[in-house]
């Protein structure tokens, strides 16, 4: 029997709605941000992380008690299974799960992996909130896509051979990168096998400590303390640096540690929330894997395990309890891109920043009279760039506008369907954002 991995403490704040009228001038920040102290510089190097890699195009598979998947942190950053038509009451891909849109039950054989408990979405979270939407946090690989597989129930209980089961989906749709908060006092061979077949095709398993405050080369926790070399084990620290009171350690056993206390990631009823322990700490470790794998998609994750073990740091507060160090993100992927690769993706994210985050909303009636003034108006988020607004109706070029204006009016006279287009032009004359609408001018009366 599968315990439960982490306390969970008072839930913060109310739910958010997803851009929440936000000036544009702000919109792309996440507002907690701030209390989200694994993100920072001196934790994890996260912020210079990010100058390298968001995660984009890697699959993190959270093995746990489900997601909320229309969490607005969470709805745009789950895994599709291209094979599965949803609803349909069809196993499509003929995989063994029904419905199996963004993971799977691995009891109830189907797709219904929608969170009963909380923890999942918790670490889902941690991993891949979506970040620069104005609303909430971000999870530390925000461009990663996060697959459910549900293992525990709602009491966050499950079984090893549960979550074999678990490990053998996820593996098989393709995700190289498996987390799994989750820590039981015995293993099963079921459960050793499907470490080991991870292992042979090339994924890692990033499994927490545990939280009996013990150590766990002594009093074995697993699978954290599975032999499987696939098995990145990670124990828990606090804002200090220190470890959690309640985390396992163990010399041998436990590979890094990770921010594990006072974590602020997304709850159920799509807020956000604290909670604590090993649980939290592997997640980080799931999304700096997944940085690194977008970096470097060339490198397996041997190699990339590697570059994160050996490039953590090993701070005196931690010394005798773990076999490496703390996490730094930063640190392992300096280690896998020379200084010329560092250059230049760090010139290409930003404009990959720009242009995800730069939106356009152009609005028009939908309806108006030959004859009468046709307006249109626009207004951005996420486009501080922009200084000059080019407006063309039915393709051709009618006005430029500084960028502070948000409306313009035309007298109209020929019936039928015609097409606005706004355009924002940066300083350079680079188009940073464009929208269309079309609108319809009835004959007059
Ligand atoms: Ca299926
Ligand atoms: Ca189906
Ligand atoms: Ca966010």
Do not use: C
């Not at 992927?333 to 993706?345: C, E, F």
């Amino acid at each position: 029997m599968f315990q439960r991995t982490t306390r969970s403490l008072a839930a913060l704040g109310a739910a958010f709605a997803i851009g929440a009228a936000a000036t544009p001038a702000h919109a792309a920040s996440d507002p907690l941000l701030d209390e989200q102290w694994g993100l920072t510089e001196q934790a994890t190097g996260a912020p210079t992380a990010w100058t390298q890699s968001h995660g984009a195009g890697v699959l993190v598979a959270v093995l746990d008690s489900g997601i909320q998947l229309n969490h607005p942190e969470l709805a745009n950053n789950l895994w599709r299974n291209p094979g599965e038509t949803p609803g349909n009451g069809v196993d499509d891909d003929r995989n063994g799960y029904v419905d199996d849109v963004h993971g799977a039950h691995v009891k109830q054989l189907n797709g219904n992996v929608e969170d009963d408990n909380g923890h999942g979405t918790h670490v889902a979270g941690i991993i891949a909130a979506q970040a620069g939407n104005g609303a909430g946090g971000s999870g530390i690989a925000p461009g990663a896509k996060i697959m459910s597989v549900k293992v525990l129930d709602a009491n966050r209980a499950g079984d090893s051979s549960q979550l074999a089961k678990g490990i053998r989906y996820a593996v098989d749709q393709g995700a190289r990168i498996l987390n799994v908060s989750i820590n039981g006092d015995g293993t099963s061979p079921d459960l050793d096998q499907a470490l080991t077949y991870a292992g042979q095709k090339g994924a890692t398993i990033v499994a927490s400590a545990g939280n009996n405050n013990r150590d766990i080369d002594l009093a074995p926790s697993y699978p954290a303390s599975s032999a499987e070399p696939a098995v990145l084990t990670v124990t828990a620290t606090q804002p200090a640096g220190s470890l959690l009171g309640i985390a396992n350690r163990g010399l041998r056993s436990v590979d890094l540690a990770a921010p594990g206390g006072q974590i602020l990631s997304t709850a159920r009823g799509s807020g956000y929330e604290l909670r604590e322990g090993t649980s939290m700490a592997a997640p980080f470790v799931s999304g700096s894997l997944a940085l690194l794998a977008s970096a470097r998609p060339d490198l397996g994750q041997p190699a990339l395990r590697a570059a994160i073990v050996q490039t953590a740091p090993k701070p005196r507060l931690l010394a005798g309890l773990l076999e490496d160090g703390a996490l730094n993100v930063a640190a392992a992927l300096r280690a896998v891109l020379p200084g010329d690769m560092w250059q230049a993706r760090a010139a290409a994210i930003d404009s990959d920043v720009a242009a995800a985050e730069a939106r356009l909303k152009v609005s028009a009636k939908s309806r108006i009279r030959a004859g009468r003034s046709a307006t249109v108006r626009w207004r951005a988020t996420g486009a501080d760039s922009v200084v000059r607004w080019r407006v063309s109706l039915n393709g051709k070029r009618i006005k430029t506008l500084p960028g502070t204006k948000t409306l313009l009016r035309k007298r109209v006279s020929k019936p039928g369907t015609h097409r606005w287009k706004v355009v924002g032009l940066d300083a350079k004359g680079k188009a940073v954002v464009s929208a269309a609408r079309k609108f319809k001018v009835l004959r007059k009366r």
